[in-house]
Every structure is written in structure tokens, then in C-alpha cells.
């Protein structure tokens, strides 16, 4: 990992701890509608230094509101992950599924527990305003067979 994304994912564990201990519901103030929801699946299956992971979410809008996953694993050993985004969410207040690749290391990832620390946003406009909801998941990292 090389320095300048040592410092993004620092940047982004001690945001989020700062947003955290804030307001636990979520970031950016109270937007006057239900910002989402995430939940992540209990396993990821880890095959060399990439797992894949996935949820389902959920969140509100219609027009022009746009939203985006933002997650990292914080690993039993190691760094975390390089902050990982899923552009592109449906915000129809339905329930919808996400996956995605991400790399956890350089060689072979122990099995074992790992924390998936993120937030979904949902912005009203390219420009903003993008309120974020907050989430902190174990997960259970599991050789792909």
C-alpha cells in the first residue's frame, strides 16, 4: 500500500470514528427523509488477498438522488483495506443486493474475523448536499474452496 492510500484509509477509519462518536444514526445532519440502510453478510470468501463480499441496502429517493456504498475491512491482522466504493445504488426504497471484489492484503489473508466498517450516501444533487448512514458489521473471512 503505498503512503498516499495509507493516509486515505486512515483518514477514513479516524473520520468515521469521529463521525461515530458524533451521531450514530447518521452523518451530515437530518436531511428530513430516511438517508438507508445496509446490512452485509455474515461470511466473505477470501481467495488469496481478495474477498468478496456483499449485502443488500436500501435507500430512499426518487429523481435525482444518487447513492453510493463506501466500506472498508478492518482486518484481525494488518491494515485495513483500501476504501472501496459501489457507485450507481437504486434509491427506490426497495430492498436491493450488492457484491463486490475488494483486495485485503498482499498474500495469502488468514481466515478469521474482520470488521466491515462504511456508510451509505445518498446525495440530492452531483453537488450535495449527501447525508451518510453508518455501519459497523463482523464478518467472517472464509477460504474460497
Not at 35 to 47: F, K, M, N, Q, Y
Not at 110 to 116: C, N
Request: proline share 5%; with cysteine; hydrophobic share 40%.
Amino acid at each position: 500500500m503505498n503512503i498516499s492510500r495509507s493516509l486515505l484509509a486512515s483518514a477514513f477509519v479516524t473520520a468515521t470514528a469521529v463521525v461515530l462518536a458524533g451521531s450514530p444514526a447518521h452523518a451530515g445532519g437530518d436531511p428530513g427523509y430516511e438517508i438507508g440502510t445496509i446490512t452485509v453478510d455474515h461470511t466473505a470468501t477470501v481467495d488469496d488477498d481478495l474477498a468478496t463480499i456483499g449485502g443488500s441496502y436500501t435507500c430512499s429517493g426518487a429523481g435525482d438522488r444518487i447513492g453510493s456504498l463506501s466500506f472498508q475491512l478492518l482486518l484481525r491482522e494488518g491494515a485495513p483495506t483500501d476504501l472501496q466504493t459501489v457507485d450507481g445504488l437504486t434509491c427506490d426504497g426497495a430492498s436491493h443486493r450488492w457484491d463486490t471484489v475488494t483486495a485485503v492484503g498482499a498474500g495469502r489473508v488468514p481466515s478469521g474475523a474482520a470488521t466491515f466498517w462504511g456508510g451509505i450516501t445518498v446525495c440530492e444533487t452531483p453537488d450535495g448536499p449527501c447525508p451518510m448512514t453508518l455501519v459497523e458489521a463482523r464478518v467472517i473471512l472464509k477460504r474460497a474452496r
